[in-house]
């Protein structure tokens, strides 16, 4: 479950800039909102299923409250995904 875990936390990352540099000035600069209604579709179906699959490897692998903290925390900042994976997740999934 980790593995497909960290690719959730990649893809969710991903959205998050995209929305972040790239549909929001598209939408705000040039008026053009298409993009980010689909994205931001995408983005929130993503960040769901991080949420569960959170809670799910922190049953499976019994983290600790602080460690799942740092993980639910990450989906809410710029970058914050792929510093989770380079600093909890990578190490859970090589054991």
Same mark, same amino acid.
């Given at each position: 479950?980790? @593995? /497909? /875990?960290? +690719? %959730?936390?990649?893809?969710? &990352?991903? !959205?998050?800039? *995209?929305?972040?540099?790239?549909?929001? @000035? +598209?939408?705000?600069?040039?008026?053009?909102?298409? @993009?980010?209604?689909?994205?931001?579709? #995408?983005? &929130? *179906?993503?960040?769901?299923?991080?949420? =569960? +699959?959170?809670?799910? =490897? $922190?049953?499976? #692998?019994?983290?600790?409250? &602080?460690?799942?903290?740092?993980?639910?925390?990450? !989906?809410?900042?710029?970058?914050?995904?792929? =510093?989770?994976? $380079?600093? %909890?997740?990578?190490? #859970? !999934? !090589?054991?």
């Amino acid at each position: 479950m980790v @593995p /497909f /875990f960290r +690719l %959730i936390a990649l893809l969710e &990352g991903t !959205s998050f800039l *995209v929305i972040l540099a790239v549909t929001m @000035p +598209l939408k705000y600069i040039w008026q053009i909102a298409e @993009p980010t209604f689909y994205v931001g579709m #995408i983005h &929130g *179906v993503l960040f769901l299923l991080y949420m =569960v +699959l959170a809670f799910a =490897v $922190h049953i499976q #692998i019994k983290w600790n409250f &602080g460690t799942l903290f740092w993980v639910l925390l990450a !989906s809410l900042l710029p970058f914050g995904t792929f =510093v989770a994976d $380079h600093k %909890i997740l990578k190490k #859970i !999934s !090589s054991r």
